[in-house]
């Protein structure tokens, strides 16, 4: 019986920061011209990266909280089609991310993508990463009435086919349901304490991207920490234990 993958996708697999670090600076740059009463410093290399799996809305009021909830909106709105049209040339995942899920393909796992994004950046990196050749859906929490990862994923546990039916990506929601519903286990994949959280929450095992964009100590005490991509596999198979596939 094939075991449940659940992939954080910014920090995990997608190298975020070559398409994110320059929409955030360029939109950031705008509502300074724009707001010139409401100063702000230019946000470092180490803020930015901060950011990287946060909620948009969530983002913004720790960045801007002195604008406008609909300028804040709106920003978001602006870095999101800033991205999209940057990931046509500079999007990119990390060295063997498409290698390693490869051999979790291979072996038989449900594999889902959770992230804390919108559902016109999932259908975005879907089509142009063809995520469909490992994937079986992407979950955008945006879409949910309650967007926290952790109650997204206790949904996808629990009440798959509601779940799957608000995903922005699920080719075949009654086959991925099925799986979900008679999995072996589950292993979430993240690099953020969100999706560490997450994964505790719902008594699911962990296996932390220290590659990501995680802070020193935001990982401490994780079981299982992966340094790079190339290391998912072995560590799934650490993970699901005598039932590894």
């Excluded at 799996?53 to 909830?69: K, N, Q, S, V, Y």
């Excluded at 142009?128 to 967007?147: H, I, K, Q, S, V």
Aim: glycine fraction near 10%; charged fraction near 25%.
């Amino acid at each position: 019986m094939s075991a449940l993958l659940i992939f954080d996708y910014d920090g995990t697999v997608h190298d975020t920061m070559a398409i994110y670090r320059p929409a955030v600076l360029e939109t950031a740059a705008e509502l300074g011209k724009k707001y010139p009463e409401l100063p702000a410093p230019v946000p470092d290399e180490a803020r930015i990266r901060g950011w990287i799996g946060m909620r948009t809305e969530e983002m913004w009021l720790d960045f801007r909280p002195d604008l406008p909830a609909c300028v804040r909106q709106k920003a978001g709105e602006r870095v999101g089609r800033l991205m999209e049209t940057l990931m046509e040339t500079e999007g990119r995942w990390y060295s063997g991310a498409a290698e390693s899920l490869e051999k979790l393909r291979a072996a038989g796992h449900t594999m889902i993508v959770l992230s804390s994004c919108t559902r016109a950046y999932a259908l975005a990196h879907w089509t142009r990463f063809g995520m469909g050749r490992w994937f079986d859906a992407f979950l955008a929490c945006d879409d949910y009435p309650e967007p926290g990862k952790g109650q997204v994923l206790k949904l996808l546990l629990n009440s798959p086919g509601y779940a799957l039916a608000r995903a922005a990506v699920c080719p075949d929601a009654e086959r991925t349901g099925r799986a979900v519903g008679g999995r072996s286990s589950a292993v979430m994949l993240g690099d953020r304490g969100y999706d560490a959280a997450a994964a505790e929450e719902n008594g699911i095992s962990f296996i932390a991207c220290a590659y990501g964009f995680s802070s020193v100590r935001e990982l401490e005490g994780a079981a299982f920490t992966a340094q790079s991509p190339d290391e998912l596999y072995e560590l799934v198979n650490l993970a699901l234990g005598p039932e590894r596939g």
